[in-house]
Every structure is written in structure tokens, then in C-alpha cells.
């Protein structure tokens, strides 16, 4: 019994509509450990994930638990089985405050009645399971007015509350700071102790190591294998990739040219103090800061998404009115946004028709659309980002997660924008399309463009740019050339409360 597996996926298939997603897969998970899933974009992970918690059925295979076959037909249903899943996209309702998300369709009763709510009861559980997570919340916050990793807390709780035994984290550090990162491993660390399993997909090699027991390697909708985690990751990465990675921060640097975007004194009132940067041709600059110090707000100022108090932009040294995100893209502006599906992509769209979107005057002739041409653009970047797709015409909706995201990065290629923002572009892509996304940044600048790249992961921002300003309460409170930047210097910054 002591060696009984928890949870068994035995040959697991699914097909969509032209890719067999999953090829027999099998995963074996022991009880009390922290099973990490690891594959490229599109090997499958999240695919197994929602056959085991019943959002989708399977063509055939098995599961078992405890050595019982059971059928999960609904989410539901795996929840009744102690199955629950934390999604990377918060699944909260944001009207609703915590404890009523936490509770919600399984509200505490007055007695057998169908329409008394417990109120009391209600606010009493969920103060626990916050306790238990060490939350100083109270349970009747506003979910609305919670940042990432607070929601992500909250699906925790919401998880031990339907007394889970198995909780999927589906990239669960994509959205946080590293002092939150840390909480999340010590909260795992303490679950795990009671008893709690989990099934852990993250891209973070080093991160998997720090918080992982076994792992098990999808490549292509096939099982690779199952090794312990202080696997050498070159020999992880060969696992996922089937081939060797070239260099991750392939970066050559060169003096900058001329200005090509100068922003000065920038101000929105709450939110930006004071911003005045520039930008040279050649140029990465990272923007380093805790999440919430207006890296994005920044950024989405600078491209008139948002609207701004006062400041004025310059474009190679000329004065442009922007006030909307049409008026940057003709000032050769663009911004890939961290929130992939919100901001910047049309689901229901295929690839092509998102990536021309914002540049499609290009393949213009008079009113028409020069199709052969866009079809060879988007083929071209198809290939160039190893975006893994059946046709340029496959709607983005039906893509990995990571995919979605190289499309995102394709559609602001296109526009030939000279100075683009980069929003968090490396959340949840794998090391694979990570080194294709940075060869691709090198790139650009080496033609001459400039980027403004935002990340919460600080060992990428200092291997990649050429200098960086730390933002704390919308505010540079310091610029860090390449030399002087460290992790260190960075966090100290990023922390003054100026
Ligand atoms: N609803 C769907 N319709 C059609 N194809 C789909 C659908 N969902 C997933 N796929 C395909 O199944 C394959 C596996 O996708 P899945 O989302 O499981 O990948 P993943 O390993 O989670 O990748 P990522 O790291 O990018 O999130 C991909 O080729 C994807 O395009
Ligand atoms: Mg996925």
C-alpha cells in the first residue's frame, strides 16, 4: 500500500481536429511528492492537465487512483475525487470577494435548507485556510483589488477548502516577484508536508530544481521519460528539445546610434512621477522594479494606451502628439503586451490575420490585401519563431499557450515598429523559443531598432541589456549601466521606497 502510486495516467490519447496531441502518454505520480511537467510549447502538458481534471474527455488510455480506475468526465467530478487545478489566468470572480470565490457553489448551509447562506460559517472557514497560507486578508476583500500572486493564493485556498488532494499549478510563478516566488516554494513545502500532491509546470529549469522531486518530460504529445529533479538541466533541456539549444543570450554588443526615442517628464497622476529616458538605436534597455512599480504603465503611457498628465515624447529628436496606440504605431512605436490574450491577440483569428493586424498596410495594393505576400510574411515568421502550427490559417485559439505568446512577438515584427516595448515577452515560453526570442531582440537592434524589455526575472534582464532603469512607486529611482548592474544593486533599488 506504502508504494501504491497516488496517481496513474496510463497511455493517455487525444486528438483535435488534425494533431494528435497526445500519443500515449503516461505520467506516475507518488503520493506527498511535487511531480514537475516539462515540455516545449505545444509538447502536451496543459492538454493531460485538463483530460485529469475533466475539461476535456479522452479518446482512450486510463486513470487510476490509488489503483482504482476512476472516469473524470467534468471539473466537478475531479474535484469530488480531490482533484482541483490552479490556473495560470486567474479563474476568480472579480465581483465577488474571497471568501465568496473561495466557497463559491459550495456555500456552508444553515442546516438542510437549500437558500440560507452561513454567512458566519463561511467567513470563519475561510479566515483558516487563509491563516493557513499565512494571509493577512481579510476574507471579505474585494477580489478585484488583489494583485497576481494574491489571486493565485487565493485558488490555493479555494484548492484546500475542497480538500484537495492533487493541486495542479499551471506555471504558478509566471506573475510573481521573487520574494513571492519564495513564499509560494515555502507554502508547497509546508503542504507537502501534510500530505498535499502536486503537479508543477513551470519552464524554469533552476526553479524546478529548488522546488521539484520527480519529472516527467512531454516532447511532441509522447513520454520522454521520468527522472529525479537534480537532473543535469543540459540533459533536461536535450530531453525536451531532441536537440541541442544554441547559445541562450545571444547578445553582441556595439555602441549605440542615434536617439531614436527620448520621453521626458512623463507624469500621470497615482501612477508615474517624473519619467524621463531615452532610447538609442542598438539599444536594450531593461526596466527592472517590483511588480506594480509602472513598468507596464510605463510602458502602455508611452504607446497611448493610457492617457498621460503631462510629458512629452520625441521621435529621433522631433516632438509627436500620441495619444493613441494608432498614432505610436505611425511614429514606428509598438508594444507586446504582458497580458497575451487581453491586450493583443484575436483568439478567433487566425495566425495570419493576427500577425498582418497591426502592419497591414504593408501588404497593401490600393484597397486590396496582396495575399501571396502575406502568406509568405507569416511563413516566414511561422518558421523563423518556431511557431508550432498546421497553417497559417489555424485559428490562434487552438495553440499552446507559449505559441499564442510567439505570436504576439511575429505581429509586432511585422509592423516594422523601430522602437518596441517588450513586455514580460519570456512568460511561460520554453528555453527552446526563449533563445529564439532574444536571438530575434539581438536582432532587432542590430538593425538598428531599439527595445525597452520588461521582466521580473533578473538573471535574463542582465544578460541581455545594455543598461537598466530600476522603477519603485512610478519612479526611476536609478539607472544601472550593464557594468554596475547585479541582482543585488537591482533588488536594493527596486525596494527604496524613495
Ligand atoms: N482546443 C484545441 N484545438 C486544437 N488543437 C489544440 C487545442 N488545444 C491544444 N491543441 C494542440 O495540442 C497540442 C498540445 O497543446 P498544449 O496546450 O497541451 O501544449 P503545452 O505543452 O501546454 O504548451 P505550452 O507550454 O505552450 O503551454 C498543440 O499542438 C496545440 O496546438
Ligand atoms: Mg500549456
Given at each position: 500500500?506504502?508504494?501504491?502510486?497516488l496517481l496513474?495516467?496510463?497511455r493517455?490519447v487525444k486528438?483535435?481536429?488534425?494533431?494528435r496531441?497526445l500519443?500515449?502518454?503516461?505520467l506516475t505520480?507518488?503520493?506527498?511528492?511535487v511531480?514537475?511537467?516539462l515540455?516545449?510549447?505545444?509538447?502536451?502538458?496543459?492538454t493531460?492537465?485538463?483530460?485529469?481534471?475533466?475539461?476535456y474527455?479522452?479518446d482512450?488510455?486510463?486513470?487510476?487512483?490509488n489503483?482504482n480506475?476512476?472516469e473524470?468526465?467534468?471539473?466537478?467530478?475531479?474535484?469530488?475525487?480531490?482533484?482541483?487545478?490552479?490556473?495560470?489566468?486567474?479563474?476568480?470572480?472579480?465581483?465577488?470577494?474571497?471568501a465568496e470565490n473561495?466557497?463559491?457553489?459550495?456555500?456552508?448551509?444553515?442546516?438542510?435548507?437549500?437558500g440560507?447562506?452561513?454567512?458566519?460559517a463561511?467567513?470563519?472557514?475561510?479566515?483558516e485556510h487563509?491563516?493557513?497560507?499565512n494571509?493577512?486578508l481579510?476574507?471579505?476583500?474585494?477580489?478585484?483589488?488583489?494583485?497576481?500572486?494574491?489571486?493565485?493564493?487565493?485558488?490555493?485556498?479555494?484548492?484546500?477548502?475542497a480538500?484537495?488532494?492533487?493541486?495542479?499549478?499551471d506555471?504558478?510563478t509566471?506573475?510573481?516577484a521573487?520574494?513571492?516566488?519564495d513564499?509560494l516554494?515555502?507554502?508547497i513545502?509546508a503542504?507537502?508536508?501534510?500530505?498535499?500532491?502536486f503537479?508543477?509546470?513551470s519552464?524554469?529549469l533552476?526553479?524546478?530544481a529548488a522546488?521539484?522531486?520527480?519529472?516527467?518530460?512531454?516532447?511532441d504529445?509522447?513520454t520522454i521519460?521520468?527522472?529525479?529533479?537534480?537532473?543535469?538541466?543540459?540533459?533536461?533541456?536535450?530531453m525536451?528539445?531532441?536537440r541541442e539549444?544554441?547559445e541562450l543570450?545571444p547578445?553582441?554588443?556595439?555602441?549605440?546610434?542615434?536617439?531614436?526615442?527620448?520621453?521626458?517628464?512623463l507624469r500621470?497622476?497615482?501612477v508615474?512621477?517624473d519619467?524621463?529616458?531615452?532610447a538609442?538605436?542598438?539599444?536594450?534597455?531593461g526596466?527592472?522594479?517590483?511588480v506594480?512599480?509602472?513598468r507596464?504603465?510605463?510602458a502602455r503611457?508611452v504607446?497611448?494606451?493610457?492617457?498621460?498628465?503631462?510629458?512629452?515624447?520625441?521621435?529621433?529628436?522631433?516632438s509627436?502628439?500620441?495619444d493613441?496606440?494608432?498614432?505610436?504605431?505611425?511614429?514606428?512605436?509598438?508594444y507586446?503586451?504582458?497580458d497575451?490574450?487581453?491586450l493583443?491577440l484575436?483568439?478567433?483569428?487566425?495566425?495570419?490575420?493576427?500577425?498582418?493586424?497591426?502592419?497591414l498596410?504593408?501588404?497593401?495594393?490600393?484597397?486590396?490585401i496582396h495575399?501571396?505576400k502575406?502568406?509568405?510574411?507569416?511563413?516566414s515568421y511561422?518558421k523563423?519563431?518556431?511557431?508550432?502550427?498546421?497553417?497559417?490559417d489555424?485559428?490562434?485559439?487552438?495553440?499552446s499557450?507559449?505559441?499564442?505568446?510567439?505570436?504576439v512577438?511575429?505581429?509586432?515584427?511585422?509592423?516594422?515598429?523601430?522602437?518596441?516595448?517588450f513586455d514580460e515577452?519570456?512568460?511561460?515560453?520554453d528555453?527552446?523559443?526563449?533563445?529564439?526570442?532574444f536571438?530575434?531582440?539581438?536582432?532587432?537592434?542590430?538593425?538598428?531598432g531599439?527595445i525597452?524589455f520588461?521582466?521580473s526575472?533578473?538573471?535574463e534582464?542582465?544578460?541581455?541589456?545594455?543598461?537598466?532603469?530600476?522603477?519603485?512607486?512610478?519612479?526611476?529611482?536609478?539607472?544601472?549601466?550593464?557594468?554596475e548592474?547585479?541582482?543585488e544593486?537591482?533588488?536594493?533599488?527596486?525596494?527604496?521606497?524613495?
Amino acid at each position: 500500500m506504502g508504494d501504491q502510486p497516488l496517481l496513474v495516467m496510463d497511455r493517455i490519447v487525444k486528438s483535435f481536429p488534425g494533431v494528435r496531441a497526445l500519443d500515449q502518454v503516461s505520467l506516475t505520480v507518488r503520493r506527498g511528492e511535487v511531480h514537475v511537467l516539462l515540455g516545449e510549447n505545444g509538447a502536451g502538458k496543459s492538454t493531460l492537465m485538463k483530460i485529469l481534471t475533466g475539461a476535456y474527455p479522452r479518446d482512450s488510455g486510463s486513470i487510476l487512483l490509488n489503483g482504482n480506475p476512476v472516469e473524470i468526465e467534468s471539473p466537478q467530478q475531479a474535484l469530488a475525487l480531490g482533484i482541483s487545478m490552479v490556473y495560470q489566468e486567474s479563474h476568480l470572480a472579480r465581483h465577488l470577494n474571497i471568501a465568496e470565490n473561495v466557497f463559491l457553489g459550495r456555500e456552508p448551509r444553515y442546516g438542510s435548507l437549500p437558500g440560507l447562506i452561513d454567512r458566519a460559517a463561511l467567513w470563519e472557514h475561510t479566515r483558516e485556510h487563509l491563516a493557513e497560507l499565512n494571509l493577512s486578508l481579510s476574507p471579505r476583500t474585494a477580489v478585484r483589488s488583489l494583485s497576481a500572486a494574491q489571486c493565485q493564493m487565493v485558488e490555493i485556498a479555494k484548492a484546500l477548502s475542497a480538500e484537495a488532494r492533487i493541486i495542479i499549478l499551471d506555471e504558478p510563478t509566471a506573475a510573481l516577484a521573487e520574494k513571492e516566488i519564495d513564499r509560494l516554494f515555502g507554502i508547497i513545502r509546508a503542504l507537502k508536508q501534510r500530505g498535499v500532491t502536486f503537479i508543477y509546470i513551470s519552464h524554469r529549469l533552476e526553479e524546478i530544481a529548488a522546488v521539484g522531486d520527480r519529472i516527467t518530460v512531454l516532447r511532441d504529445g509522447r513520454t520522454i521519460g521520468t527522472v529525479p529533479s537534480a537532473t543535469d538541466p543540459r540533459e533536461l533541456i536535450r530531453m525536451m528539445a531532441g536537440r541541442e539549444i544554441g547559445e541562450l543570450f545571444p547578445r553582441d554588443f556595439s555602441a549605440p546610434g542615434e536617439e531614436l526615442l527620448r520621453v521626458e517628464r512623463l507624469r500621470r497622476e497615482g501612477v508615474l512621477r517624473d519619467i524621463s529616458f531615452s532610447a538609442r538605436a542598438g539599444e536594450i534597455i531593461g526596466l527592472a522594479g517590483l511588480v506594480g512599480s509602472g513598468r507596464t504603465e510605463l510602458a502602455r503611457a508611452v504607446f497611448g494606451a493610457d492617457r498621460r498628465d503631462s510629458g512629452d515624447i520625441y521621435i529621433r529628436g522631433e516632438s509627436v502628439e500620441i495619444d493613441t496606440p494608432e498614432q505610436a504605431i505611425r511614429a514606428g512605436i509598438g508594444y507586446l503586451s504582458e497580458d497575451r490574450k487581453l491586450l493583443s491577440l484575436a483568439l478567433g483569428l487566425s495566425i495570419r490575420a493576427n500577425v498582418t493586424l497591426a502592419g497591414l498596410k504593408k501588404y497593401c495594393r490600393g484597397p486590396f490585401i496582396h495575399q501571396g505576400k502575406e502568406y509568405q510574411a507569416v511563413e516566414s515568421y511561422i518558421k523563423e519563431l518556431s511557431i508550432r502550427a498546421r497553417h497559417p490559417d489555424q485559428k490562434v485559439r487552438t495553440l499552446s499557450g507559449g505559441n499564442q505568446q510567439k505570436v504576439v512577438v511575429a505581429r509586432w515584427l511585422a509592423t516594422e515598429a523601430r522602437v518596441l516595448f517588450f513586455d514580460e515577452p519570456t512568460v511561460g515560453v520554453d528555453v527552446g523559443a526563449k533563445a529564439e526570442i532574444f536571438s530575434l531582440m539581438n536582432a532587432l537592434v542590430r538593425r538598428g531598432g531599439a527595445i525597452i524589455f520588461i521582466s521580473s526575472y533578473l538573471p535574463e534582464l542582465l544578460a541581455i541589456c545594455d543598461r537598466l532603469l530600476v522603477l519603485s512607486r512610478g519612479k526611476i529611482v536609478r539607472e544601472l549601466s550593464r557594468e554596475e548592474a547585479t541582482q543585488e544593486e537591482i533588488l536594493y533599488y527596486s525596494a527604496l521606497g524613495n
